[in-house]
């Protein structure tokens, strides 16, 4: 196994972690690596803002948890308090990539998810846990959304597509899901 597949092999998304930040240089790394996703026609119309401010971290969490616990299904927001009561697990980091707003957006939601993937990759690598967090959408979806925007910088006309929480785990050893290899199939 090469170095690459072993990384892509010991991803695993991160659910508690310690409140240091890593370096800001591998975080530059990593936000580099974003950058290299490849995207349809390469348009690129995402970007790669790094949030290492804690206390905007937490105001995000916290609205997010407000605008779940306010949806009819309260199911989520249940599962979520029952197991530790946050949406961002005490990361110290976010990488938020926000994306046009085209309608419907979905080429740029493909090329998005890309874009965390080679994040997520790029911090394994580094040996930065992660977790690709489509939850941290929810912020943006209640009354405090424009004002989220506007203080992480999305240029006009885009919104949140996925973030990706980056920090070191409280428990190491965490491992990846468990391969199915039934859902592989050869035609030949
Ligand atoms: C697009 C996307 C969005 C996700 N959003 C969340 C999320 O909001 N919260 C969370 O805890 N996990 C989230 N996950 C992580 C998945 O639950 C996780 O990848 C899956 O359970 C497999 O586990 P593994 O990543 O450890 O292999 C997301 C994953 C993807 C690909």
């Not at 998304?13 to 240089?25: H, K, L, N, Q």
């Not at 790394?29 to 937490?58: F, H, Y």
């Not at 911090?123 to 930065?128: C, I, P």
Request: aromatic share 8%.
């Amino acid at each position: 196994m090469n170095e690459t597949i072993r990384t892509i092999m010991s991803r695993y998304s991160c659910r508690a972690f310690v409140g240091e930040t890593p370096p800001d240089e591998d975080l530059r790394t990593i936000a580099e690596a974003a950058l290299a996703a490849p995207s349809g026609s390469n348009r690129q119309l995402w970007r790669v803002i790094v949030v290492k401010d804690k206390s905007l971290i937490s105001e995000m969490d916290d609205e997010g948890m407000r605008v779940l616990a306010a949806m009819p299904d309260k199911s989520m927001y249940e599962r979520i308090k029952g197991r530790g009561g946050g949406l961002f697990y005490n990361a110290p980091c976010m990488i938020v990539i926000p994306i046009a707003q085209a309608n419907p957006p979905v080429a740029e939601m493909f090329d998005c998810a890309i874009v965390a993937e080679n994040i997520a990759l790029a911090a394994t690598s580094l040996g930065v846990d992660n977790l690709i967090c489509g939850l941290a959408a929810l912020p943006f979806a209640g009354e405090k959304g424009a004002e989220f925007s506007r203080r992480l910088g999305f240029p006009e006309g885009y919104g949140i597509g996925l973030g990706v929480l980056l920090g070191y785990a409280k428990e190491t050893g965490g491992k990846p899901h468990e391969l199915d290899f039934s859902k592989i199939s050869f035609v030949e």
